[in-house]
């Protein structure tokens, strides 16, 4: 699965932004889309994932009641709608797609590991400024 990331941007504190992800290619192998954002000199960290076969979705603590997660599988997009932005939020994000076929999770943690996923986009900046 091919990813293409976009939405970055330079937004101040308690501003919005909303990231797109753009899928390609075996789509229909999806299992799950994910979000992540590494800061330099620090690992990559999950964000949010979406099921894309159910829907459901799942957030880090440090993100929950501030992002959104969505996807249209018509078009094959995944979004994350970021509101309230802070400082701390300043990162590369990254989409991953998860294209494991037979799976079927519901646990945050299965989302949340990097590993789980398999193709990924380049990064989108986003910077927020205090």
């Known amino acids: 699965v091919q990813l293409q990331a976009s939405g970055g941007g330079l937004v101040q504190a308690g501003g919005s932004l909303r990231l797109s992800c753009a899928a390609s290619?075996?789509?229909?192998?999806?299992?799950?889309l994910g979000w992540f954002r590494q800061c330099p000199g620090k690992e990559r960290e999950f964000v949010s994932a979406?099921?894309?076969?159910?829907?459901?979705?799942y957030y880090a603590d440090s993100v929950k009641g501030r992002f959104a997660i969505s996807r249209d599988i018509v078009k094959n997009t995944v979004s994350l709608q970021m509101n309230y932005l802070t400082p701390e939020d300043t990162a590369v994000y990254y989409c991953?797609?998860?294209?494991?076929?037979?799976?079927?999770?519901?646990?945050?943690?299965?989302?949340?590991?990097?590993?789980?996923?398999?193709?990924w986009g380049p990064g989108t900046q986003v910077t927020v400024s205090s």
């Open positions: 991953g797609a998860d294209t494991s076929i037979g799976e079927s999770h519901t646990d945050i943690t299965y989302y949340s590991l990097l590993d789980q996923y398999d193709d």
């Open positions: 979406v099921n894309w076969r159910s829907g459901s979705t």
């Open positions: 290619g075996r789509t229909f192998s999806m299992y799950a």
